[in-house]
């Protein structure tokens, strides 16, 4: 599919796709436990300061969206062809997400159907992070060019440090993001998994998210530039373990935190995904490992609509009901539960969602379909 305003399509590059994909299939398990009570550690987010395996895919997927924009950003040769595609793709993203937390609409209610109120939807959430981070990403690279990124990327950082310490803490009631978010959106239109008002994916919070994306943009263009070596694989990790430390050296003053995206959580979780990058290029291109690339080369070249088919789907498995329990819980307690147990068969839910979600992917790829927004 070509794209508008003299743009190519967007190259096919196979450990991009691998990497896609690998993310969109935790994201997958992650958020759909057969049971959230008894799901494995490493497949729950940390309760507040804190870092696990999970903690880390978001970030991860911001990473590879700067990877993306790194094959694609070159491409426009006016800037109105640039901002036209850009301003679009973030509507369009944006959009989805909003979409997605308002689906299916409607609830039961006293034994009937009610609309779902648009006052109570949930304004900002995962692809709407996604969305500004590619957007402003995006404009940020072209217009303010390496040294514009570069010193954006410092200032947002620091300045978020200094935005979240003078005005509020950094416990769940009192930070600066929960502050802005109640103060400009109100209670109703955020995230309540906490108990309380409080929105992961909230106002100031994307402020640091678009440096994820940023690092993503300029590992990918030095891999483009470098081809696969081994000093490609080098110069990807000596920076990555220098982002790990870094971000350890800086946790206890700025605890790393998934839920407020701090300073330290981006540079920790950009020093991983060079590492894991640099570790996909030697496997992949390198050693020519790839017999088992292709599940997630599936996932990968139709990431958001395999990431809406789970999302979705899992959304209404919770919205129709058999007896006084949910398709989805049903399904758990009378299938997965009873043949392996409690968290074994939580896992093998997420899994068995993953394969159904990966069937409509491989649908998609068998008939040359790779739908990009």
Not at 28 to 48: E, K
């Amino acid at each position: 599919m070509t794209e508008g305003g003299g743009a190519r399509p967007e190259p096919r590059y196979l450990t991009l796709d691998v990497l896609r994909g690998i993310t969109v299939a935790l994201m997958i398990v992650v958020n759909s436990p057969g049971n959230y009570q008894t799901t494995f550690a490493p497949l729950r987010h940390a309760r507040w300061h804190g870092f696990t395996p999970t903690d880390w895919v978001f970030p991860t997927f911001m990473f590879v969206v700067g990877v993306s924009l790194s094959l694609t950003l070159g491409q426009y040769q006016t800037d109105r062809a640039l901002l036209a595609k850009v301003f679009r793709r973030t509507a369009i993203i944006f959009l989805l997400g909003y979409l997605m937390y308002w689906f299916p609409f409607v609830h039961r209610e006293a034994g009937g159907w009610v609309a779902n109120p648009i006052a109570e939807t949930r304004i900002f959430g995962v692809l709407q992070r996604i969305a500004l981070g590619y957007g402003l990403a995006a404009l940020i690279i072209r217009y303010g060019k390496d040294r514009g990124a570069i010193v954006f990327s410092v200032v947002a950082l620091v300045g978020y440090w200094g935005i979240l310490t003078w005005f509020g803490d950094l416990t769940l009631t009192g930070n600066a993001v929960v502050r802005l978010d109640r103060a400009v959106m109100g209670d109703a239109h955020l995230y309540h998994g906490e108990g309380l008002a409080f929105d992961p994916e909230g106002i100031l919070s994307t402020l640091p998210a678009i440096v994820n994306t940023i690092g993503g943009y300029f590992a990918g263009r030095f891999v483009r530039q470098r081809g696969a070596s081994w000093e490609t694989i080098g110069r990807l990790m000596i920076p990555g373990v220098l982002l790990v430390g870094a971000a350890l050296a800086w946790n206890p003053s700025f605890p790393i935190n998934k839920k407020l995206w701090t300073s330290p959580f981006v540079l920790v979780t950009i020093g991983l995904d060079l590492l894991a990058l640099a570790l996909l290029i030697f496997w992949i291109d390198l050693k020519g490992w790839r017999r088992w690339t292709r599940f997630f080369e599936v996932l990968g070249a139709n990431t958001l609509v395999v990431y809406l088919v789970s999302e979705l789907g899992v959304t209404l498995l919770y919205t129709f009901r058999t007896g006084n329990r949910s398709l989805y819980e049903a399904i758990y307690w009378t299938v997965f539960q009873p043949v392996a147990g409690g968290y074994l068969g939580s896992l093998l839910f997420a899994l068995a969602w993953l394969g159904v979600c990966w069937m409509v992917g491989f649908a998609l790829d068998r008939r040359g379909i790779h739908l990009r927004a």
